[in-house]
């Protein structure tokens, strides 16, 4: 495979990333809108929101078989328009049913789109033999960003759903079919089916301490979009203008710290960075915990993101090194402990402020991300800093 193809291939999937940043910013950004639209009651708002992460749990095994048959560029070249169309459809519809089924079709869509980008992303970083993840990572968090303007944009001039999602989707759905064709994979389809006939199951007991963290740094993750505007006005007092600023924060540290995480693997190796941001993470917590004003508070999210931001990308990074025939079945599993990790970490943190405080609240997930210290050797040995296991000199790398 040329150099000048794995580079249209890694800036074809960085799009991808960049794309869905942006869709799924649009979604979870205009919630408020979307149960304004279409009537959902308080009581029925959390039954739609746990939906969409169990269909894209659903979506993820389901893609495990699909991939068997067919590579993950295919089902991602079909995913990722089928959520964009999902999305206009959230905006467009009028009837609670209509709502139903448009979030259904995203929810399961974009499972399958998750679960094939980090493929491929994992299968690129090998061809590339070195780490690029963290890259991919930070076009999806500067997508989110970009999203989350064009979100408080339709929002401040008063756009209907349909006219704020309208111009996003028109513009990023023909880039991403088209820079579909340029999507690549690492391996040709005969080294592929060489490696699953030596090595190709994955075992549970082995990928059970990624999975782990996965769902530890989801539950972080969403602890900080879920209650970090809350924590800031009921909690330490600031401004609701104010209280709006640690997620936007979060999202520049999270874009900051990918931007030059590969530089760290590279440099240090993915246990030593996996550690750094766990312990970092654990830190932005116990600041936000302990905090007496609303800036100690944005700086502890500020941490945070610098923290959390490298732990995803790597995780799903080592589970391909630990199951180099089976890659793609060990990320579809991975993926679904992402959502794992979503579902669970609102809820938690919310029950444990109301019944004790939030205060205490988050010191949970702090222990959580503390305890992906216990399994940092899973992310791989030394030889991992540079290409997962399938090294080549540095004269050599393309990009």
Same mark, same amino acid.
């Given at each position: 495979m040329t150099d000048a193809r794995l580079r249209h291939g890694r800036a074809s999937l960085a799009l991808s990333f960049f794309v869905q940043g942006v869709t799924f910013a649009l979604l979870v950004t205009r919630?408020?809108?979307?149960?304004?639209?279409?009537?959902?009651?308080?009581? /029925? &708002?959390? !039954?739609?929101?746990?939906?969409?992460?169990?269909? =894209?749990? *659903?979506?993820?095994? $389901?893609?495990?078989?699909?991939?068997?048959?067919?590579?993950?560029?295919?089902?991602?070249?079909?995913?990722?328009?089928?959520?964009?169309?999902? /999305? &206009?459809? !959230?905006?467009?519809?009028?009837?609670?049913?209509? =709502?139903? *089924?448009?979030?259904? $079709?995203?929810?399961?869509s974009v499972g399958a789109l998750d679960a094939s980008m980090n493929m491929m992303g994992v299968s690129l970083q090998r061809a590339y033999g070195r780490s690029i993840m963290l890259g991919f990572h930070a076009a999806y968090s500067l997508g989110g960003i970009a999203g989350a303007s064009m979100a408080w944009a339709g929002a401040h001039w008063d756009l209907t759903l349909l006219v704020s999602?309208?111009?996003?989707?028109?513009?990023?759905?023909?880039?991403?079919?088209i820079g579909s064709r340029w999507y690549v994979e690492g391996k040709a389809e005969d080294d592929r089916q060489e490696t699953e006939r030596q090595g190709g199951s994955v075992s549970f007991k082995l990928l059970m301490p990624l999975c782990l963290v996965m769902s530890f740094a989801y539950i972080g993750d969403s602890t900080v979009s879920n209650w970090s505007a809350k924590y800031l006005q009921d909690v330490l007092g600031s401004s609701e203008q104010l209280s709006t600023v640690p997620y936007n924060v979060y999202m520049v540290t999270t874009l900051l710290g990918r931007a030059v995480g590969d530089f760290g693997v590279r440099r240090f190796g993915a246990v030593a960075v996996v550690r750094f941001g766990s312990v970092l993470a654990a830190a932005g917590f116990a600041v936000v915990a302990v905090a007496s004003g609303a800036w100690i508070g944005m700086l502890g999210f500020t941490m945070l993101g610098l923290g959390l931001c490298v732990i995803v990308p790597q995780t799903f990074a080592a589970a391909g090194r630990m199951f180099p025939g089976a890659s793609d079945t060990a990320i579809a599993r991975l993926n679904v402990f992402n959502y794992v990790g979503f579902l669970v970490g609102s809820p938690l943190v919310g029950a444990l402020g109301d019944a004790w405080s939030y205060r205490g609240a988050m010191l949970v997930p702090m222990v959580l991300v503390l305890a992906t210290l216990v399994y940092a050797k899973s992310f791989g040995s030394e030889p991992a800093r540079y290409g997962g296991g399938h090294e080549r000199p540095r004269t050599v790398d393309v990009g």
């Open positions: 919630i408020p809108a979307i149960q304004d639209r279409y009537g959902i009651s308080d009581g /029925l &708002l959390p !039954v739609f929101l746990a939906a969409v992460p169990i269909l =894209a749990g *659903v979506g993820s095994v $389901v893609t495990e078989k699909v991939v068997a048959r067919v590579r993950p560029r295919v089902v991602l070249r079909w995913a990722q328009p089928l959520v964009l169309l999902a /999305l &206009l459809g !959230v905006g467009a519809g009028s009837e609670l049913w209509q =709502a139903a *089924v448009a979030l259904g $079709v995203f929810g399961l999602y309208l111009p996003a989707v028109v513009l990023l759905l023909p880039g991403a079919f």
